[in-house]
């Protein structure tokens, strides 16, 4: 079962990318923010700290982007897409 959600965090993971290639900047944020945070669990349960700490990482500059995404949208830039 523990494997069943590292593969699913991977799955996510990779969705992301494949949204961020394709421009779709905001999901694919949200996207890897799921799929680390699925990375998060399975960490802990395997005590994976140091990739544990690496999503945790990753989370927070997703966060980051989806902020500054936000902002430049407010400032009426429209070389950030929503989706």
């Known amino acids: 079962m523990i494997d069943v959600l590292g593969w699913i965090g991977t799955a ?32 802990v349960l395997i005590a994976n700290i140091p990739h544990c700490i690496l999503s945790l990482c990753i989370i927070g500059l997703n966060v980051r982007g989806m902020l500054r995404i936000r902002e430049q949208r407010k400032k009426g830039n429209s070389s950030y897409p929503l989706v």
Do not use: E
């Open 12 to 43: 996510a993971v990779l969705a992301g990318y494949a949204l961020n290639s394709q421009q779709k900047y905001a999901i694919a944020m949200l996207v890897w923010i799921i799929g680390d945070t699925l990375w998060i669990a399975y960490d």
